[in-house]
Nanobody, 128 residues
Framework: QVRLVESGGGSVQAGGTLTLSCTSSGYAFSSSCMAWFRQVPGKEREGVASVRANGISAYADSVAGRFTISRDNAVSTLTLHMNDLKPEDSAMYYC??????????????????????WGQGTQVTVSS
């Protein structure tokens, strides 16, 4: 059975730091493009960052330079280190695995429907 479980969310003041983790099992984590998405009520789920099986990462313009995505294939764990958090970063954050065994590939655009497995989400709230 496939499981992805996020943790690490919480409430912080603007300028603060949080690190999110996603532990997973039941699928080929080491061969999968992994990504973080986020969603606020009334808005579409948006891609935040992705990382290929070999560790090459990509970021949405809104978080580039502040967030770092990484993975540890040995323990099937995805992380998102968030620096200089802003109120507009407040959202439910989800980790997800792409539907394909992509190996050293991730799509340029992160489309929700292209990701097969999802965690339950972890809430991040950034106050002014």
């Amino acid at each position: 059975q496939v499981r992805l479980v996020e943790s690490g969310g919480g409430s912080v003041q603007a300028g603060g730091t949080l690190t999110l983790s996603c532990t997973s099992s039941g699928y080929a984590f080491s061969s999968s493009c992994m990504a973080w998405f986020r969603q606020v009520p009334g808005k579409e789920r948006e891609g935040v960052a992705s990382v290929r099986a070999n560790g090459i990462s990509a970021y949405a313009d809104s978080v580039a330079g502040r967030f770092t995505i990484s993975r540890d294939n040995a323990v099937s764990t995805l992380t998102l280190h968030m620096n200089d958090l802003k109120p507009e970063d407040s959202a439910m954050y989800y980790c997800a695995a792409h539907r394909f065994l992509s190996g050293n590939w991730c799509p340029v655009l992160l489309i929700e429907g292209d990701f097969a497995y999802w965690g339950q989400g972890t809430q991040v709230t950034v106050s002014s």
